[in-house]
């Protein structure tokens, strides 16, 4: 079992900048691929990024790319997600997670664990 615990959201101007934390634990979770997924208000869960523990390969979705950047600590437990010139669209609630299996990445339903999520409001 993997635990994950999400931090770092808030309120922000647009064109300001936030950056978010995940910390993981329990038995490999420093073998487990992480992402981020966010939900704005009233829509689906999207992918936003992934990094992959062992090679350290890096995802985007494309309304993201260029602003944000995905990175992980040495020992494999954190990831972060440095997003920059943020716009009112990112706003949602932003969701850590984690799996063992390689594969597409941005398949929701593909992630074994998650986190509660840390809530990130952009206004115009």
């Known amino acids: 079992q993997v635990q994950l615990v999400e931090s770092g959201g808030g309120s922000v101007q647009a064109g300001g900048s936030l950056r978010l934390s995940c910390a993981a634990s329990g038995y490999g979770s420093s073998r487990h691929h992480k992402g981020w997924f966010r939900q704005p208000p009233g829509k689906e869960r999207e992918a936003v990024a992934a990094?992959?523990?062992?090679?350290?390969?890096?995802y985007y979705a494309d309304s993201v790319k260029g602003r944000f950047t995905i990175s992980q600590s040495s020992d494999k437990n954190t990831i972060w997600l440095q997003m920059n010139n943020l716009k009112p669209e990112d706003t949602g609630m932003y969701y850590c997670?984690?799996?063992?299996?390689?594969?597409?990445?941005?398949?929701?339903?593909?992630?074994?664990?998650w986190g509660q999520g840390t809530q990130v409001a952009v206004a115009s």
């Open positions: 997670a984690a799996r063992v299996t390689g594969g597409q990445w941005d398949e929701a339903w593909q992630w074994k664990y």
């Open positions: 990094i992959w523990y062992n090679d350290g390969a890096t």
